[in-house]
């Protein structure tokens, strides 16, 4: 027969008593002396650590990668390197806007992250289920995520801050489109695609190297709710996709992703006919088709949601050997800012967590110290470099190529293009169907009516940019003159903006 177990102090002192706190008299007065109540309510007061800025609700859980496919002549990264290989991944799901207590069916991007446990250290994809984003320079992201937060005289959610903000950012309508289309609102995280989004810079031993983009397939297929179907879902259960994904796993139901990626020669970059380093565009798959490079299995629950999915932290900037950054504005600031939050959210050995540390290889350098240090704190070598004493040294042949570069230092906005309304357009022309066209203007109008008709205006002129009959069509739907809009759409933004504000 198994021994009970005894319940102890955080210290390991046996507690014979959990129910009472010590008094003097009876019920009579609180002793301060009573360290067992002090110790459970102090520590009571601190277990909340600060929530995300943005992907705050999410969901997660533990699987594997295995190579399908050769792809070795595009990169060098070790758990690339043959067929059948596989990798250790932790995989977590999010809304973007959201609180922690907001509802799983909310009208938003999803988050799309995975952490590979590579033998080279940790590699983390941090996609979303969109292929695009709202913005493609990161001074405009914390502007952007206000927005989309709380206003700051009554905290509420504000339709109008909503859309005062993306009327004025003519590169969103690629990823509004999407997001008001019936792809917003996912019906689960095992039934939504997975995108890099962001290009990165694969390369291999020999120096050559390519820019890729990686998607994730679902394998239980894209299944979505139309708003209606959302709104009772958020009213029935908030958590829905939270509950979906984890006793899908416990049934032995295991969700599946197939890995693609998509693949630019170098030189092809400069000559494109946009910049394939805008992540509002999508490279269109008839110029680069999509690769097969493996497939994602996620198989185990989490066995404690703080220690693995509240405590996950995810960056672009970790990144293995046979990967780089591109040269995507938004790329290179993601990859220092995520640390800078996770400095923030979880300390500077947050490095240390199990969820966070790397498996397949040694963590070796000279970062000592620092709160919540957990390990031996790598023991009593030398803790600086360069040295004499056998610490490690660096590894000349862990760079990567050099790419060439030159130009002038200053704040260079995007060039002013139309080619922020080609795409959208496109997508809602020849990729979406009739019922896919209705939801879309639906779920628009059913928004943005609720903002000042002059933002209304200015926002309708931008989805008639796109396309006449997407911008007509939401117009009619929001009664406005249709006059007023072809008006506002002939106009450069500027005039734009200083005619409706």
């Not at 610490?391 to 995007?414: C, Q």
């Not at 139309?418 to 496109?426: C, K, R, S, Y």
């Not at 639906?442 to 989805?463: D, K, P, S």
Request: with cysteine; aromatic share 12%; net charge neutral.
């Amino acid at each position: 027969m198994t021994e009970p177990k005894r319940l102890t102090t955080n210290f390991g002192k046996p507690v014979g008593d959990d129910q009472n706190s010590q008094t003097a008299g009876s019920p009579g007065y609180t002793l301060l002396s009573d360290v067992h109540l002090h110790d459970k309510m102090s520590h009571f007061n601190r277990e909340r650590i600060p929530e995300r800025v943005v992907h705050a609700k999410g969901a997660g859980a533990h699987g594997y990668f295995e190579v399908t496919d050769d792809v070795t002549k595009y990169t060098c990264a070790d758990f690339l390197s043959r067929i059948g290989k596989k990798t250790e991944v932790f995989a977590r799901f999010s809304t973007v806007g959201g609180e922690k207590g907001s509802a799983d069916a909310e009208r938003d991007p999803r988050g799309f992250a995975v952490k590979f446990y590579t033998e080279e250290g940790n590699f983390d994809m941090t996609g979303n289920n969109t292929p695009v984003f709202f913005i493609r320079d990161a001074i405009k992201f914390p502007d952007f995520i206000h927005t989309q937060k709380r206003n700051p005289a009554t905290n509420a959610k504000d339709p109008d801050m909503f859309w005062d903000f993306l009327s004025l950012t003519p590169e969103s309508v690629h990823q509004v489109t999407i997001l008001f289309s019936d792809r917003g609102t996912p019906r689960t995280y095992r039934n939504m695609n997975g995108y890099s989004g962001h290009a990165l810079k694969w390369y291999t031993a020999k120096g050559d190297y390519f820019w890729v983009k990686l998607h994730f397939q679902t394998e239980q297929g894209v299944k979505n709710f139309t708003r209606d179907e959302a709104a009772a879902m958020i009213s029935k259960d908030p958590d829905h996709a939270t509950r979906d994904l984890f006793q899908s796993i416990k049934k032995g139901e295991f969700p599946s992703w197939r890995v693609y990626i998509q693949v630019m020669k170098p030189g092809d970059a400069a000559t494109y006919r946009f910049d394939p380093f805008d992540m509002t565009k999508v490279l269109p798959h008839g110029d680069y088709p999509l690769i097969p490079v493996g497939r994602m299995v996620l198989n185990r629950n989490p066995e404690n949601y703080f220690a693995e999915v509240e405590q996950s932290a995810f960056c672009p900037g970790n990144l293995v050997p046979g990967f780089a950054l591109s040269p995507d504005k938004m790329l290179q600031a993601r990859a220092v800012f995520y640390r800078d939050a996770h400095l923030h959210r979880l300390g500077p050995n947050y490095h240390l967590l199990p969820i966070n540390a790397p498996r397949g290889g040694k963590m070796e350098n000279y970062q000592r110290d620092g709160t919540m240090r957990i390990d031996g704190n790598l023991g009593g070598g030398p803790n600086y470099w360069p040295n004499s004493f056998g610490g490690p040294a660096p590894d000349s042949k862990a760079g990567e190529p050099d790419i060439d570069f030159s130009g002038t230092i200053g704040r260079k906005p995007y060039p002013k293009t139309e080619d922020d309304f080609v795409q959208p357009g496109n997508l809602f022309r020849k990729v979406m169907d009739d019922t896919a066209r209705e939801h879309l203007v639906g779920n628009i109008v059913a928004h943005l009516g609720n903002a000042q008709q002059r933002i209304q205006l200015r926002q309708t002129a931008l989805f008639y940019k796109a396309d006449k009959e997407y911008g007509t069509r939401v117009a009619q739907g929001l009664k406005l003159e249709l006059a007023q809009v072809e008006r506002l759409a002939g106009m450069s933004q500027e005039e734009r903006a200083r005619q409706t504000t």
